[in-house]
C-alpha cells in the first residue's frame, strides 16, 4: 500500500469526497459522540487539521433539544415555553458527520477555534447559537431542521412511535 492511511482507515480520495460535502453552512447529521441523531450546521472546516487536531474536521453548532409540537389553541406563554431550543458547539470529525442537502446561514464569527480553549467562550457561542437557531425557527422555513429524528423507522416492520402502527416498509411520519 503506498497510499497514506488515516486513523480511521477511509483513504484520502474519501476525504476529499467528505471535504467537498461538508461546505460552510450545510446541514449535517452528527453520526457518533455525546450528540448522534442531532442535526448540526457546519460554521467552519478546517482541511489540514491545527495544532490541537491535527486531523481535518469541522466546527459545528447544532440543535440539542428540539422545539415540541405547538397548537393554535395554546396560550402565548405556552407556545414561547415550547419554542426554546437548546443549542450545542462542537469539533466534528468528518466522518462522524452525514451531510445533507440543506444550507442555513449562520454567523462565522459566533462559533470559532478559541470557543473551545475557555468555558465562558463556550457558554457565550452555545448562548448567540440559541437565539440564531430560534430567529431561524420563528420564521418557519426549513422546518426539517427543528424537527426531531424518528429512528423506528429504520428497518421494515418497525414500530412507529408516532403513528402508534406497524409500518410495512417506510413510514409517512415527518418525525
Not at 497514506?4 to 483513504?11: A, D, L, V
Not at 476525504?15 to 441523531?37: D, H, N, S, W
Not at 486531523?55 to 440543535?63: M, N, Q, R, T, W
Not at 414500530?159 to 410495512?168: F, H, K, L, P
Request: aromatic share 8%; net charge positive; hydrophobic share 35%.
Amino acid at each position: 500500500m503506498d497510499q497514506e492511511m488515516t486513523s480511521y482507515s477511509i483513504p484520502p480520495s474519501r476525504y476529499r469526497f467528505l471535504l467537498t460535502v461538508c461546505e460552510i453552512g450545510k446541514v449535517v447529521l452528527v453520526l457518533a459522540g455525546r450528540y448522534p441523531g442531532r442535526k448540526a450546521i457546519i460554521v467552519n472546516n478546517i482541511d489540514d487539521g491545527t495544532s490541537d487536531r491535527s486531523y481535518s474536521h469541522a466546527l459545528v453548532a447544532g440543535i440539542d433539544l428540539y422545539p415540541q409540537k405547538v397548537t393554535a389553541a395554546m396560550g402565548k406563554k405556552k407556545i414561547a415555553k415550547r419554542s426554546k431550543i437548546k443549542s450545542f458547539a462542537k469539533a466534528l470529525q468528518l466522518p462522524d458527520a452525514h451531510s445533507s442537502s440543506v444550507d442555513i446561514p449562520l454567523d462565522k464569527t459566533v462559533v470559532n477555534k478559541d470557543v473551545f480553549r475557555d468555558s465562558a467562550l463556550q457558554r457565550k457561542a452555545r448562548r448567540e447559537t440559541k437565539v440564531k437557531f430560534e430567529e431561524q425557527y420563528e420564521t418557519e422555513k426549513n422546518k426539517w431542521v427543528f424537527q426531531k429524528l424518528c429512528f423506528s423507522h429504520s428497518f421494515p416492520g418497525g414500530y412507529c412511535t408516532v403513528q402508534g402502527t406497524v409500518s410495512a416498509n417506510s413510514c409517512i411520519c415527518t418525525l
